[in-house]
């Protein structure tokens, strides 16, 4: 167990449905990533949040937002799906921002859009 | 970041040792390099990490070449449950980096009874 948890574990929708998915990182850490994995693309990072604040962007849609709380845990939302949405979504977290932290992944939330 | 290149599969046999091999010929001075591993419907799991020396703990060794342009990683034992796969990524630790990982294909390990 990392100590990051996310929910839900499964979540089926329709396409052009919205949805949003929870994450709370370990005790401790103040930074908060979020990755998508799909058969065809592999892991990509897609965003992460330092204490609150947007730190850094990758490969994440204009449909798709983020944040993180006050007491640090974070929501994706993911709006206007389409079938290509369909993947696995992971959150993971660390001490830090930097690339010296080791992160911590939760067992993410496997997302079906149909 | 710099890149990483890694076979894309290798077997090993329950209970001897197993070295995973990555090349980083471009590292950069302020890149540490780290190692992941994803089981089965899992998701990714940190492994170790290390700048110039070698390092141990629970896990695994890492071993890094002495111009830094190689790494290994060593399970001592494998056992069946060490069956993932295996990711060698660089991080660089100077001011402007975020701390994202950028995964590449990575090893897939398959450990033989």
């Known amino acids: 167990d990392s100590g990051v948890t996310q929910t839900p574990k499964h979540l089926i929708t329709a396409t052009g449905q919205r949805v949003t998915l929870r994450c709370s990182p370990r005790s401790g850490d103040l930074s908060v990533y979020w990755y998508q994995q799909s058969l065809d693309q592999g892991l990509q990072f897609l965003i992460q949040?330092?204490?609150?604040?947007?730190?850094a962007k990758g490969n994440i849609l204009e449909r798709f937002s983020a944040q993180q709380f006050p007491d640090l845990h974070s929501e994706l939302n993911l709006s206007s799906l389409e079938l290509g949405d369909s993947a696995l979504y992971f959150c993971?977290?660390?001490?830090f921002g930097g690339g010296a932290y080791e992160q911590y992944f939760g067992p993410g939330t496997r997302l079906t859009v149909t | 970041d710099a890149k990483t290149t890694q076979p894309n599969s290798m077997e090993s046999n329950e209970e001897e040792p197993v070295h995973l091999p990555c090349n980083h010929s471009t590292i950069s001075g302020t890149d540490y390099i780290h190692w992941y591993r994803q089981l089965p419907s899992q998701g990714p799991e940190y492994v170790i990490h290390g700048l110039t020396s070698n390092v141990n703990n629970r896990m695994a060794s890492l071993a890094i070449a002495e111009d830094r342009k190689s790494s290994t990683l060593i399970l001592h034992r494998a056992t069946l449950r060490d069956a993932a796969v295996y990711y060698c990524i660089l991080r660089d630790v100077g001011s402007s980096n975020t701390g994202k990982l950028i995964f590449g294909q990575g090893t897939t390990l398959q450990v033989k009874p």
């Open positions: 993971a977290s660390s001490k």
């Open positions: 949040y330092y204490n609150g604040e947007e730190r």
